[in-house]
């Protein structure tokens, strides 16, 4: 039997072929179009998602059931001895704390170790692949959840909002505010820090919004954590909800802000997707555990 294995939801943005590729588990997150449940990466396409959202069908989030959950973790705990297990942030979905609960069952106690970091994209993402490099340095599943949640402050992103009406949506603005931002070509930026949504700055069109997201993110590794940037120990993330061109664009403009520095990019998961809008632009940063 092996010792360890890593399991997260598909709120990292990890498809089913990638967690194969990196020999890792992820649980597809359900969520509802038009009362019909849905599994992200399982049976739409990220393609038909958008299309979908655009059309403005009715759309929302979902936590998977204890059931489901469970199940995975016995599947896993055949082969594993021990498991880690990173899902979404506490802050943004009921599903981590419920899985913390679950894990002081008797049989899941010692043996599943729940990580609550305040992550999700591409943050979360980066912390699997941190797990995974822990778990290569010889660190336990206990030592490699302390790790990740001992650097949960330390991470920290930032998305602009192409279209407000997904906000008002969500109940995050009024209608009124909405209406006026449209009009005035406002694009919103979000931050996203330690498990929560924020609003972080209004920017006059998306142009502005970008150059703003990257100077406040090269300020805040340059100081903040100036001394584990300098020993490369920072990594610096983006997110997408937009076309492949622009996604594209973006991720080059951030590679030129930080030269010499791997980005790692994704698209936003679903989950989040449809609360941001299509159209979204993310930055971020994280220090490594």
Known sequence: MKKTGILTDSHSGITQEEAKKLGIYVLP???YINDQCHYEGKDISREEFIELLKNDENVSTSQPSPEAVMNLW???LKEYEELVYIPISSGLS???STAMAMAQNDDYDGKVFVVD???VSTPMKQSVLDAIELLNEGCSAKEIKNRLEDAKGKMGIFVA???LKYLKKGGRISSSV???GGMLK??????????TLDSFKNCRGLIKAKTVMIEEVKRIVTTDYAEDFEKGNVHILAASSADEEETKKWVNEIQEAFPGI???WDYLPMGITCHIGPGGLGIGYSVRP
């Open 29 to 31: 997150m359900p969520f």
């Open 74 to 76: 016995d599947e896993i």
């Open 94 to 96: 009921g599903s981590c």
């Open 117 to 119: 970091n305040g992550r």
């Open 161 to 163: 909002v192409d279209d």
């Open 178 to 180: 909405a209406l006026v």
């Open 186 to 195: 406002v694009k919103p930026i979000l931050k996203f820090d330690i498990g």
């Open 262 to 264: 791997k980005v790692l």
